[in-house]
């Protein structure tokens, strides 16, 4: 595996793939790397010849100045478990290389909302950072396939609302979220739950399927979002949110016609998860 840190040496890598006929995947990361983050790797994999994959923690989607210091920086071994994983090309560059003292020039595009609902209610400006820099991502690498977890739901949906928008040529791959035997889904923040709330947490994948389920038997939608907010305070968790909502759109749903998308954002203690489930009939 190959890893590399400025634009120049990208650039020169991707050209003799391209010139070799080679379909590029990329899988765009911030690092603290687990099985999550090497199941996008291995689905691009399976999809390319070439493999391309960055570490880069990018400071203009934290909106608060500590949660970006705080950020664990691990490239050591996120580099091993990606050279085992078979991954072709580590990106890892530093600021001044993403953010160069030119204007801004990435494209304004209309998020109809997206990035205010859910994540962007609560992290405000969140978005405008994501975008940014999969953006500048995008336009050095230049992927025929980009590999996004479904985990980060809303992430990803404004991501393919973005290259829809901008008609990029790139085509994105949604993967899904994955979980612990006991349903929770893989997050690098899990490993900080105290052992109390590591052994609550898979409550949060069984209050999803609770949901779906009775979403499906068409119960009512406010009264199902109300009572498992309820039920998730009264287990000691910090809600946020659980919202039910357009898996295309993100706005909230009064009733199901047949598909949904249910997300929950909370506190497990001093540690913020989030989850989601689709629902299509
Ligand atoms: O999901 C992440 O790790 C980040 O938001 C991303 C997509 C790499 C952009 O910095």
């Not at 687990?34 to 989607?61: E, K, M, W």
Request: aromatic share 8%.
């Amino acid at each position: 595996m190959k890893i590399i840190t400025t634009n120049q040496e990208l650039i020169h890598s991707i050209s003799d793939e391209r010139l070799l006929g080679r379909s590029i995947g990329f899988v765009p990361t911030m690092g603290a790397l687990h099985q999550g983050h090497l199941d996008l790797i291995r689905a691009s994999l399976d999809r390319n010849c070439y493999t391309v994959c960055s570490i880069f923690v990018n400071p203009t989607q934290f909106n608060d100045p500590k949660d970006l210091e705080k950020y664990p920086r691990t490239l050591s071994s996120d580099s091993e478990m990606l050279l085992k994983a078979g991954c072709d090309l580590l990106f890892a560059p530093d600021v001044a290389e993403i953010y160069p003292k030119v204007p801004d020039t990435t494209p304004s595009f209309d998020m109809i909302g997206m990035d205010r609902v859910m994540e962007g209610k609560f992290r405000p400006g969140h978005f405008d950072g994501v975008v940014q820099v999969v953006y500048r991502l995008l336009d050095l690498v230049k992927p025929d396939h980009l590999f996004m977890g479904l985990k980060d739901y809303q992430q990803q949906a404004i991501i393919g609302r973005m290259i829809l928008a901008l008609n990029l040529p790139v085509f994105l791959v949604s993967v899904e979220t994955t979980r612990e035997e006991d349903g929770l889904a893989m997050s690098s923040r899990n490993a900080r739950l105290t052992p109390e709330w590591r052994q609550k947490a898979p409550i949060i994948f069984e209050t999803l399927q609770a949901v779906k389920t009775d979403v499906l038997a068409g119960k009512n939608i406010s009264r199902i979002e109300a009572f498992y907010f309820s039920k998730l305070t009264e287990l000691g968790f910090r809600m946020e949110y659980l919202e039910i909502c357009n898996p295309l759109t993100l706005q909230p749903i009064s009733h199901f016609k047949d598909k949904a998308v249910v997300c929950i954002a909370l506190w497990a203690g001093d540690v913020r998860l989030i989850d989601n489930i689709l629902i299509v009939a």
